[in-house]
């Protein structure tokens, strides 16, 4: 939907409200809380719900991205119609200048909507490319002095593996969904728990490059290997579904958020898997991601950094 299409369609907090409750529970309004049908429509305040059964009161925002939030629902909607319209992404200093507010609200806001975004019980099958992509920014040349008089040296970062960057391991079904999942060592013990966790072993077929954590995974799947000391693709035998998705993240990153901290960074790749697993989609993508979103809690909470301690910042290329 366009920015103007919501505007008109969900400009007040009441039609905002009658949608999520449609998209929630249908026509059976259920307790947010145990989950009874048995419920009445309070008169003082006609968003909330009394349950007969644990005799609380609840509204549709509780237990999802929208619960205790302040900022009115239409704002809610115009920053989700953003957020998805904008493919590459849009930073919170962006979205401030268009809603108003504070740059805090702005942050905050988006990163719930990324919760939303979160798509549980992935399961790629087929043929399926594996592949890992390392973030932290472009090797640079790293001058060292002892004082103002020593002779200053250069040393090269190293780039790929054995860098010291954050390192993510991807999947990717042809013509289908992608999975991530920051990895701090590409061990076979690690990469196999993620294959098993996101990939279906029956008939599918594993394409990976040489990289030799890879090898062990044959134990559980077929797996091609491609070798790209020679080629870059044999036929069918390549990834480049896999890294082309990497460089669309990276442009991505580069182009609208300029740095992102590694303890924020799966939010990041959960917003550019949902842009990527619904690239194809004809449907009103607007409503299909506030139905996903009500599933998800806030769970923004967790993420904070502890004793006031500052997340460092990653410059991404």
């Excluded at 249908?26 to 145990?34: E, N």
């Excluded at 809603?99 to 549980?120: C, P, Q």
């Excluded at 077929?205 to 870059?232: A, C, M, P, Q, V």
Aim: proline share 1%; net charge positive.
């Amino acid at each position: 939907m366009t920015l103007i299409e919501v505007q008109k369609k969900y400009n007040t907090q009441a039609k905002c409200l009658k949608l999520l409750e449609k998209l929630r529970w249908g026509k059976t309004v259920k307790c947010s809380y145990c989950g009874s049908t048995k419920t009445k429509r309070q008169k003082a305040e006609k968003n909330r719900h009394t349950c007969k059964n644990c005799k609380r009161s609840f509204s549709v925002l509780v237990d999802t991205i929208f619960e205790d939030t302040r900022l009115p629902l239409p704002k809610w909607f115009i920053v989700i119609a953003m957020m998805l319209n904008s493919k590459s992404g849009i930073s919170a200093k962006e979205i401030q200048r268009n809603i108003g507010g504070s740059y805090k609200t702005s942050y905050y806001v988006a990163m719930r909507i990324r919760i939303g975004m979160l798509i549980n019980n992935t399961k790629l099958g087929g043929m399926i490319e594996m592949d890992e992509s390392y973030f932290g920014g472009k090797a640079r040349k790293r001058q060292k002095s002892e004082d103002s008089q020593a002779n200053i040296s250069t040393t090269s970062l190293k780039r790929g593996r054995g860098t010291n960057k954050v390192s993510v391991a991807g999947m990717v079904q042809r013509k289908g969904m992608v999975k991530t999942k920051l990895i701090e060592k590409l061990t076979r013990r690690n990469l196999l728990h993620m294959l098993k966790t996101y990939a279906k072993q029956e008939n599918s077929i594993l394409i990976t490059d040489g990289f030799r954590s890879y090898k062990d995974l044959e134990s559980y799947i077929d797996r091609l290997e491609i070798n790209h000391s020679k080629s870059f693709s044999k036929g069918i035998v390549h990834v480049n579904t896999i890294e082309g998705f990497w460089s669309y993240v990276k442009n991505g990153i580069k182009g609208s958020y300029k740095s992102i901290s590694k303890k924020y960074l799966p939010f990041y790749l959960v917003e550019y898997e949902w842009k990527f697993n619904n690239r194809n989609y004809r449907g009103n993508e607007f409503e299909k991601y506030l139905k996903n979103a009500l599933k998800q809690e806030k769970e923004l909470e967790y993420w904070k950094a502890k004793d006031g301690k500052k997340v460092k910042e990653i410059a991404y290329n």
